[in-house]
């Protein structure tokens, strides 16, 4: 079959309006669980400080009868501090684009705040589980809150902390706190699997020094390991009479001698890293409350302003433990 000679079709036409979807169809992943989970509390200065404290090792206490004690010095309490950080979006929009053309969805000023605080409080995330260290920055250096990974540290370093190099692996340090900052992380290049041994070492660590981890926080990569474990290879699922039966693959909760802890994946812990946290340890100190700000109109223009300022608290760091999959340096 062929066409009528003379017909005009849609290939011809100038009049066709556009077909489109008034929807915008976002794709949003917003699963800030640290800082959704974590306490809040607020603070009154640019460097916030804090004491946590340990008891001596337990050791065999056997005192002569009538004996004329010797006093020892009590261990003193740790103090130290972190530094806020702001964290800001801006938004420049043309008053074209906000008051005169028509546009998809809501009015674009509404939508572009809506975005801008969405990745605002991803980047927090970000930053708070991070291995950036801290720093009181100066007139043309921004200040720097240390993150969870930074404040987590090896059992060696000048405060011992609750890192874990997984079995295979016999090198690496992990920094410390001194000078009032504490020092960021850096990863060295041997790849190494996490296995369950190195998850319960990291547990026993932290249950020693009392805390009780609940949450495993991980990455895509940290929880392939975890999932591919041949020691979890047995699950109890309970289900309802109706409930249809589900088939498994993935541990999302692991038990040890030492706690339970749920696996909870994370966009934003670094790739090699898993943290075991007791997040009643863990807070976020607000300085600034994220607020949007309307800055000065200079031209043809609207200008926004999304700022907040924070930092970590990490109350008492051997709480918690953490698994590194590379050699830290």
């Not at 991070?130 to 720097?144: C, D, E, F, M, V």
């Not at 289900?239 to 999302?252: E, F, H, K």
């Not at 100190?285 to 031209?299: E, H, S």
Request: charged share 20%; aromatic share 6%.
């Amino acid at each position: 079959m062929a066409q009528v000679s003379g017909t005009t079709d849609t290939f011809d036409s100038a009049i066709l309006k556009e077909s489109l979807d008034s929807v915008i169809w976002d794709l949003f992943p917003m699963d800030t669980y640290f800082i959704s989970n974590a306490d809040k509390v607020n603070v009154g200065n640019t460097q916030h400080q804090w004491v946590f404290d340990s008891l001596a090792a337990a050791a065999a206490n056997k005192q002569l009868e009538g004996d004329d004690v010797t006093y020892t010095t009590l261990a003193t309490a740790v103090r130290v501090s972190n530094y806020t950080q702001i964290s800001s979006k801006t938004i420049l929009l043309s008053d074209t684009y906000t008051d005169g053309v028509k546009t998809v969805g809501q009015n674009p000023m509404g939508r572009a705040i809506m975005k801008a605080m969405k990745e605002l409080k991803r980047d927090m995330e970000f930053t708070c589980l991070g291995k950036q260290g801290s720093s009181a920055g100066a007139t043309a250096t921004a200040r720097a809150t240390g993150g969870v990974e930074a404040w987590i540290w090896g059992q060696g370093a000048a405060i011992a902390g609750n890192t874990v190099l997984p079995s295979a692996n016999t090198t690496g340090t992990t920094p410390s706190y001194a000078t009032a900052a504490v020092a960021g992380v850096t990863d060295g290049t041997t790849g190494i699997t996490v296995t369950l041994a190195d998850i319960t070492s990291a547990l026993e660590l932290a249950w020693t020094d009392g805390g009780e981890p609940e949450i495993l926080l991980c990455s895509s990569v940290q929880k392939g390991d975890i999932d591919a474990m041949t020691s979890l290879a047995t699950r109890n699922v309970d289900v309802g009479r109706t409930d249809p039966l589900p088939i498994s693959n993935t541990a999302n909760v692991i038990v040890t001698s030492f706690g339970t802890c749920k696996v909870i994946l994370s966009r934003y812990v670094h790739r090699t890293t898993t943290l075991a946290l007791d997040m009643s340890q863990w807070a976020v100190g607000r300085l600034r409350p994220i607020k949007v700000k309307d800055m000065a109109k200079t031209g043809d223009a609207e200008k926004k302003l999304l700022v907040g300022e924070y930092c970590v608290i990490a109350r008492n760091p051997n709480s918690s433990a953490k698994l590194t999959a590379f050699a830290s340096t």
